[in-house]
T-cell receptor, first 113, second 115 residues
Framework: GENVEQHPSTLSVQEGDSAVIKCTYSDSASNYFPWYKQELGKRPQLIIDIRSNVGEKKDQRIAVTLNKTAKHFSLHITETQPEDSAVYFCAASSYNQGGKLIFGQGTELSVKP | DADVTQTPRNRITKTGKRIMLECSQT?????MYWYRQDPGLGLQLIYY???????NKGEISDGYSVSRQAQAKFSLSLESAIPNQTALYFC??????????????FGPGTRLTVL
């Protein structure tokens, strides 16, 4: 079955710097890759997703890139702000699994003012 | 607002007890999921359901069972709770569009402690 590895497990940056979180997946049939943000004590919420027919997607300060050949995808946050501090999860899904998501282990991002 | 709710929000129980966690949604979504969250392990899928008559095991279904009583309700049961089932449990829902590969909406979570 699918396995998703996420790195780093913790990341600390200064406000205004960029942050990059990387994930690798094992199942070449995976074609949908969402990212979820979980603030302390809150529920996970989708922040961006990408499908395998595109290589990059941007939404304001966040972007996701996908390399299907290498089977990895990354989340990029630019101009980080203290409110970006949270745990971020990547996930992968293949079409024949009906939306079943396999999550990475999570990255705790801390943005220091 | 359409939402996903979970009851109870916190529960402390003893080893060997039967416990049920309930999830309700007013989003009108067909698909519902139960996840378990442990520190450093991310979110692990326990069971998922595509409709009332379609229930599937996830990655870690041993020791758990589920019931889809209606489109809007999906319950998770621990028949005989054990301490390593202490965790934060999330219910989630999604539409069936795009083969189900779209945003999942999570409930607020249930923190379960098994003594």
């Amino acid at each position: 079955g699918e396995n998703v590895e996420q790195h780093p497990s913790t990341l600390s940056v200064q406000e205004g710097d960029s942050a990059v979180i990387k994930c690798t997946y094992s199942d070449s049939a995976s074609n949908y890759f969402p990212w979820y943000k979980q603030e302390l004590g809150k529920r996970p919420q989708l922040i961006i997703d990408i499908r395998s027919n595109v290589g990059e997607k941007k939404d304001q300060r966040i972007a996701v890139t996908l390399n299907k050949t290498a089977k990895h995808f990354s989340l990029h946050i630019t101009e980080t702000q203290p409110e970006d501090s949270a745990v971020y999860f990547c996930a992968a899904s293949s079409y024949n699994q009906g939306g079943k998501l396999i999550f990475g282990q999570g990255t705790e991002l801390s943005v220091k003012p | 607002d359409a939402d996903v709710t979970q009851t109870p929000r916190n529960r402390i129980t003893k080893t060997g007890k039967r416990i049920m966690l309930e999830c309700s949604q007013t989003k009108g979504h067909d698909r519902m999921y139960w996840y378990r969250q442990d520190p450093g392990l991310g979110l692990q899928l326990i069971y998922y359901s595509f409709d009332v008559k379609d229930i599937n095991k996830g990655e870690i279904s041993d020791g758990y069972s589920v019931s889809r009583q209606a489109q809007a309700k999906f319950s998770l049961s621990l028949e005989s709770a054990i301490p390593n089932q202490t965790a934060l449990y999330f219910c989630a829902t999604s539409e069936g569009l795009a083969g189900g590969q779209n945003e999942q909406f999570f409930g607020p979570g249930t923190r379960l402690t098994v003594l």
